[in-house]
């Protein structure tokens, strides 16, 4: 049964046959970083498929095999920046697959589907919930560092989604710059390689510039070259690239839906996340 589905009708039916109309000059080039959690079996049906987080295996399974048929080469989240900077220097159709949150399902689900189709990932990891044995994160089971390592080994690239995951606004400056700072150390012992993307956890708020602006130059000042966020859409030219935007995807997501999101046609939803962030 396919659940009521606003967004995917208007994304289906309105705006990315709009999208898709005649512009004038070449548009400029969008690349889509998409957003995973857990890629699991079985989750509640109690909330709308807009805010669910996790993917069942067989379709994470067809949505990479998707992405390999239809020609798109994963690339990490800063060849992604240089790349709508200079987009003559990569792949025709490049993409972005992050994964938040650093659960152990990525390592026994999705590493085997990406190794196949030949698609590399970026794991944001909240370090404090990665152990020596396997720590819960939200109840569930997150990767060892022995995983991570195994993971790193065969071309996943990791970034750092804070110490303990917190609501980072809610922290007086240090505490963040602790929070930054530690989890790329931490990374960077665990890896024996330099770490420089960042993930921001929980909704970015995004209309509170003057706290936008303070993160980003704690983020400079610390480390970081890039990052990605919670804004909803493909990321462009003018995304500042410490907070690229993101695509959510999960099970509910059918191949049409699937489609027209990468190619820019689900980028609408950001105004409505916009204003309802400016309103709340
Ligand atoms: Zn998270």
């Known amino acids: 049964m396919i659940a009521f589905r606003s967004d995917r009708l208007a994304t289906l039916y309105l705006f990315h046959p709009l999208q898709k109309l005649p512009r004038r000059g070449p548009a400029a080039k969008k690349i889509p970083i998409l ?8 989750e509640s049906q109690a909330r709308h498929p807009y805010f669910r987080t996790t993917t069942t295996p067989a379709v994470f ?28 220097r990569g792949p025709a159709k490049p993409v972005v697959i992050t994964f938040d949150d650093g659960l152990q399902d990525f390592y026994t689900a999705a590493l085997p589907v990406l190794r196949k189709y030949g698609m590399s990932a970026t794991v944001y990891l909240p370090t404090a919930c990665i152990g020596q044995t396997a720590r819960k994160f939200h109840g569930r089971d997150c990767m060892t560092w022995a995983q991570v390592r195994d993971s790193h080994r065969e071309g996943i690239a990791f970034g750092s989604h804070t110490v303990t995951h917190p609501q980072l606004k809610a922290l007086a400056d240090g505490a963040i710059r602790r929070e930054l700072e530690d989890s790329k150390k931490t990374l960077e012992d665990e890896l024996g390689a330099p770490v420089s993307s960042f993930s921001y956890p929980y909704a970015f708020p995004e209309t509170d510039i003057p706290f936008r602006s ?12 890039d990052g990605v966020s919670t804004i909803i859409g493909t990321a462009g030219r003018r995304n500042d690239p410490y907070f690229l935007r993101r695509i959510p995807v999960n099970a509910w997501d059918d191949i049409r839906l699937f489609q027209a999101k990468l190619e820019g046609g689900y980028d609408w939803l950001r105004s409505l996340q916009y204003l309802s962030k400016l309103v709340s």
């Not at 957003?35 to 079985?42: A, F, N, S, T």
């Not at 303070?214 to 070259?225: F, K, N, P, S």
């Open 35 to 42: 957003m995973y959690h857990g890629i699991r079996d079985g």
């Open 61 to 88: 399974a067809w949505q990479i095999g998707y992405l390999a048929r239809s020609g798109y080469q994963s690339v990490r989240p800063d060849e992604a920046a240089a790349l709508l900077l200079r987009p003559e």
């Open 214 to 225: 303070r993160l980003r130059a704690m983020l400079e000042e610390t480390g970081y070259r």
